[in-house]
T-cell receptor
Framework: NAGVTQTPKFQVLKTGQSMTLQCAQD?????MYWYRQDPGMGLRLIYY???????DKGEVPNGYNVSRLNKREFSLRLESAAPSQTSVYFC?????????????FGSGTQLSVL | GDSVTQMEGPVTLSEEAFLTINCTYT??????LFWYVQYPGEGLQLLLK?????DKGSNKGFEATYRKETTSFHLEKGSVQVSDSAVYFC??????????FGQGTELSVKP
């Protein structure tokens, strides 16, 4: 049971380059999320998708776009990377069932923008 | 807006010491409260949760009690081990369904 799978694990970009972070879950969850983690700031929500076909902005959406490709996959795109986007990115999913009220996280993508 | 505040780290303890990591929250109504743990190089995973006032969540020797009167959800463990070294995040899920995290507290346990 793979859970939440993120690729790549590491990436180095130059300022202005673009890239897409991929995320897939095999738990049939409705909701999926993208967070960034920065020292001293905890996790901040970038975008989320409450269900297939919907996406909404979180706390820090500027500079990012997302696509909920299907129920399994939720990608995060940086169109023109900036050094301020150097961070660790986590994808998560949940169905928020009363008996299973939790987020399942991927192992993260460490992104450096030079 | 809704928020979660944790004690700043890093917290350094000797093995078998008592652990408390403070967490307080601001939210309307009755949010669900969580502690997540992040081991080095991994994603976060749920440690314990409580969904209503006076509930106690527990797992792996860790406990936290939902205190509505003090808006707190402090994490405790009676005897920490080296393997407990990790970053601990307090979080709440508000009435609108949004999950809000604290900034995390790094715990380092020395043998």
């Amino acid at each position: 049971n793979a859970g939440v799978t993120q690729t790549p694990k590491f990436q180095v970009l130059k300022t202005g380059q673009s890239m897409t972070l991929q995320c897939a879950q095999d738990m049939n969850h409705n909701s999926m999320y993208w967070y960034r983690q920065d020292p001293g700031m905890g996790l901040r929500l970038i975008y989320y998708s409450a269900s297939e076909g919907t996406t909404d902005k979180g706390e820090v959406p500027n500079g990012y776009n997302v696509s909920r490709l299907n129920k399994r996959e939720f990608s995060l795109r940086l169109e023109s990377a900036a050094p301020s986007q150097t961070s660790v990115y986590f994808c998560a999913s949940s169905d928020w069932a009363p008996t299973n009220e939790k987020l399942f996280f991927g192992s993260g993508t460490q992104l450096s923008v030079l | 807006g809704d928020s979660v505040t944790q004690m700043e780290g890093p917290v350094t303890l000797s093995e078998e010491a008592f652990l408390t990591i403070n967490c307080t929250y601001t939210a309307t109504g009755y949010p669900s409260l969580f502690w997540y743990v992040q081991y080095p190089g991994e994603g976060l995973q749920l440690l314990l949760k409580a969904t209503k006032a006076d509930d106690k969540g527990s797992n792996k020797g860790f406990e936290a009690t939902y205190r509505k009167e003090t808006t707190s959800f402090h994490l405790e463990k009676g005897s920490v081990q080296v393997s407990d070294s990790a970053v601990y995040f307090c979080a709440l899920r508000n009435q609108g369904g949004k999950l809000i995290f604290g900034q995390g507290t790094e715990l380092s346990v020395k043998p």
